[in-house]
């Protein structure tokens, strides 16, 4: 059975850093694309970041430049690291295994729907 367990979520203030971590558990974690998905109060579940197996990244244009996904394949787990936070980035954030991945432009990555595997999420607030 395919576990998520996500960790690294608090309080904290405005222009600080966090890193999000994800450990994965009864999956073929290294064949698989993963994202990370965040969901505001009120608002519905939006794609973050996701990577392939080989490392290559997909980012939403509202974090780029200010986050990072990476994953250690030896580990079974997924990061992300999380700079330069501001109030709007409160929010639960959610890891998912298993989605689609893509070949475009002579580089592969990873779509934002279809994932079959959700962690419970760890909740990030962030004070100004």
Same mark, same amino acid.
């Given at each position: 059975?395919?576990?998520?367990?996500?960790?690294? #979520?608090?309080?904290? @203030? /405005?222009? %600080?850093?966090? &890193?999000?971590?994800?450990?994965?558990?009864?999956?073929?974690?290294?064949? *698989?694309?993963? #994202?990370?998905?965040? @969901? /505001?109060? %009120?608002?519905? &579940?939006?794609?973050?970041?996701?990577?392939?197996?080989?490392?290559?990244? *997909?980012?939403?244009?509202?974090?780029?430049?200010?986050?990072?996904?990476? &994953?250690?394949?030896?580990?079974?787990?997924?990061?992300?690291?999380?700079?330069?936070?501001?109030?709007?980035?409160?929010?639960?954030?959610?890891?998912?295994?298993?989605?689609?991945?893509?070949?475009?432009?002579?580089?592969?990555?990873?779509?934002?729907?279809?994932?079959?595997?959700?962690?419970?999420?760890?909740?990030?607030?962030?004070?100004?």
């Amino acid at each position: 059975q395919v576990q998520l367990v996500e960790s690294g #979520g608090g309080s904290v @203030q /405005a222009g %600080g850093s966090l &890193r999000l971590s994800c450990v994965a558990s009864g999956y073929t974690y290294r064949y *698989n694309c993963m #994202g990370w998905f965040r @969901q /505001a109060p %009120g608002k519905q &579940r939006e794609g973050v970041a996701t990577i392939d197996s080989g490392g290559s990244a *997909n980012y939403a244009d509202s974090v780029k430049g200010r986050v990072t996904i990476s &994953r250690d394949n030896a580990k079974n787990t997924l990061y992300l690291q999380k700079n330069s936070l501001k109030s709007e980035n409160t929010a639960m954030y959610y890891c998912a295994a298993h989605g689609p991945s893509f070949f475009s432009g002579g580089r592969s990555y990873c779509g934002w729907d279809g994932y079959d595997y959700w962690g419970q999420g760890t909740q990030v607030t962030v004070s100004s």
